[in-house]
């Protein structure tokens, strides 16, 4: 979060030069008046500002350092080799002025860096930070396509990681398939999240399911909920055959005792 001077004017995707703790870097706006305030939330006044929109000289720059990043990450994986260290260099960026590289790696465990950065420094004469991320955070530096077809989600709109666990898989049907669930960061996939709140909210209009129903064929026990076409999927107990009940059918046998839930069960 950045204050815009008072005669600044800028626009969404505009690339600007802003301060920083060490110097000036370069940013991307995404949020700009009632947005950026409402993306605040409760954090403290910004403290530093927008200085201008980037010049065709400052996007030049822009480019250049990118351009040398890709020449550097390939430098330190040299020197990581060199030094034997158990570390993987993922990404490294230069601060817009370069008055700062920043190295990011990923590591099983916690690396002594400090004679790499004393090298690092002597060879780019810059001030030099190592940054161990996460796994989720490796793929959005690295990006690349997910199996859904599409770019990965970490890489393209997401700026924070919240905790996933299988009861968010589980509370969607979904098996629970490890190598299925996962993203290419080897972690539970984001989009697991997506749509969590619509099920929890809808998947309360249906018994549990290994509920037991009272149908005019015989008892069944509810293995599918299909909130999507408001059905579920039983199984007769007569004959195993597959029979499907709508909610509407669902509530008329719970309005008359016909729904027999596993924790009515397990008390008799």
């Known amino acids: 979060m950045f204050k815009k001077t008072r005669n600044g004017r800028y626009a969404l995707s505009d690339t600007?030069?802003?301060?920083?703790?060490?110097?000036?870097?370069?940013?991307?706006?995404?949020?700009?008046?009632?947005?950026?305030?409402?993306?605040?939330?409760?954090?403290n006044e910004p403290l530093?500002?927008?200085?201008?929109?980037?010049?065709?000289e400052d996007i030049e720059k822009l480019k250049d350092n990118r351009d040398q990043e890709?020449?550097?990450?390939?430098?330190?994986?040299?020197?990581?080799?060199?030094?034997?260290?158990?570390?993987?260099?993922?990404?490294?960026e230069w601060q817009f002025d370069r008055s700062r590289l920043s190295i990011y790696f990923s590591a099983p465990q916690r690396v002594d860096f400090r004679e790499l950065v004393k090298d690092l420094a002597r060879t780019y004469h810059t001030r030099i930070e190592l940054r161990q991320i996460p796994a989720r955070?490796?793929?959005k530096r690295l990006g690349g396509i997910g199996p859904c077809g599409l770019e990965l989600c970490c890489s393209s709109f997401l700026n924070e990681f919240d905790q996933i666990t299988l009861d968010h898989a589980k509370a969607q049907q979904l098996p629970p398939n490890i190598s299925k669930l996962s993203g290419m960061c080897g972690r539970l996939k984001c989009c697991l999240l997506y749509e969590i709140d619509n099920y929890v909210t809808a998947l309360k209009n249906y018994p549990p399911l290994d509920s037991y129903v009272q149908l005019p064929e015989g008892r069944a026990r509810m293995i599918k909920i299909d909130i999507f076409s408001d059905t579920v999927t039983v199984i007769a107990e007569s004959?195993?055959?597959f029979l499907t009940v709508t909610l509407e059918e669902l509530n008329a046998l719970r309005k008359d005792g016909k729904i027999e839930s596993p924790k009515e069960l397990t008390t008799h």
Not at 16 to 43: C, F, P, R, Y
Not at 48 to 56: G, I, P, T
Not at 70 to 92: C, F, H, N, P, Y
């Open 16 to 43: 600007v030069i802003v301060q920083s703790e060490h110097g000036n870097d370069a940013g991307t706006i995404t949020a700009v008046g009632l947005i950026a305030d409402l993306n605040k939330s409760d954090q």
């Open 48 to 56: 530093f500002n927008v200085l201008r929109v980037a010049s065709k």
């Open 70 to 92: 890709k020449v550097i990450v390939r430098e330190v994986k040299e020197k990581v080799k060199s030094a034997g260290l158990d570390m993987k260099v993922v990404d490294a």
């Open 137 to 139: 955070e490796e793929a």
């Open 239 to 241: 004959n195993g055959a």
